[in-house]
């Protein structure tokens, strides 16, 4: 089959499941209605749902791929966000992986302040600006910038950053590396790749949340989304301490189930010894550094 073909038929396909998408909606565990409280010295990572994350570290706030919308394109969300938007702490910085809608969703910006600076692939800056965004910081891969004494370093990712193409080269997926006084690594949107290794020779991982969903049909989604299966191998090649899954749960966006994901990987790790090492959490959820 020609190269346009497979696209053709991919887009159709993922178009038709995706109009199928009333899915019901499920209550998120936690409060979502006031906002988080740390204690002094904490550091944390409460998931907020799909591939938003608020990390606490030294202090300050860090947000991935803010999306609090009921809607991705024409995807409804299955789950509420773990926090509601307006109970967000203070926001220090704002990684953004790529352009997709589901990862850079204009109505959540629009919510958020202004002067927050926003990480994001060089040549995606301007969408970020038109939207009135003041500390627009774009990143190449490795390139790295201090916020608050947490040092943030753009790694590789295996996946479009383009806002209207699945498979443009340019502008670049990025995946984020943040030392504070944890490391955490923030894949967004990857699939399973060689470089991988290098995160591992970069830095020691605590915590690295990677993305487990929208991994089937397999045969075409292996090189733009990890499964379950890659996640652990991910993990394992980086030599990560634990792991957080994302991507799964609030949008579904390809053939799998909203928690086929989670509950694959459930299955995986179960009675092994990766297990104490994998923390599922629902919307909502914190996860304390030891
Ligand atoms: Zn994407
Ligand atoms: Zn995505």
Do not use: C
Not at 106 to 114: A, D, I
Not at 122 to 140: A, P, Q, S, Y
Not at 206 to 211: E, T
């Amino acid at each position: 089959m020609t190269n346009f073909k497979i696209k053709l038929l991919y887009a159709l396909s993922v178009l038709a499941l995706l109009t199928l998408g009333a899915f019901p909606r499920t209550q998120s565990i936690s409060d979502s209605s006031t906002t988080p409280a740390f204690k002094e010295g904490e550091n944390s990572i409460i998931f907020i749902g799909h591939s938003t994350a608020l990390i606490h570290l030294n202090g300050t706030n860090i947000l991935t791929d803010p999306n609090f919308n009921n809607w991705t394109v024409i995807v409804h969300r299955s789950r509420e966000p773990g926090i509601q938007i307006e109970k967000l702490p203070k926001i220090g910085a704002i990684l953004i992986s790529h352009a997709h809608r589901d990862h850079l969703d204009r109505w959540t910006m629009e919510q958020l302040p202004k002067e927050t600076p926003v990480l994001i692939s060089e040549g995606n800056g301007d969408i970020l600006r038109d939207w009135g965004f003041t500390d627009v910081r774009e990143m190449n891969i490795w390139n790295k910038i201090a916020i608050n004494g947490i040092k943030i370093t753009a790694a590789p990712a295996k996946h479009s950053g383009s806002r209207n193409s699945a498979f443009a080269d340019f502008p670049k997926a990025l995946s984020y590396i943040i030392q504070g006084e944890k490391t955490v690594y923030f894949a967004g949107d990857t699939g399973l790749f060689d470089e991988l290794k290098e995160i591992g020779n970069y830095s020691q991982i605590d915590v690295a949340l990677l993305p487990i969903g929208a991994y089937r049909p397999r045969w075409f989604m292996k090189n733009h989304h990890m499964g379950p299966d890659d996640a652990i191998q991910a993990m394992t090649m980086f030599g990560a301490k634990e792991m957080i899954p994302i991507h799964w749960g609030s949008f579904r966006i390809a053939y799998d189930g909203i928690d086929e994901p989670k509950d694959v990987l459930i299955k995986l790790v179960d009675n092994g010894s990766l297990k104490e090492r994998i923390h599922v959490l629902e919307n909502g959820e914190k996860y304390l550094f030891r």
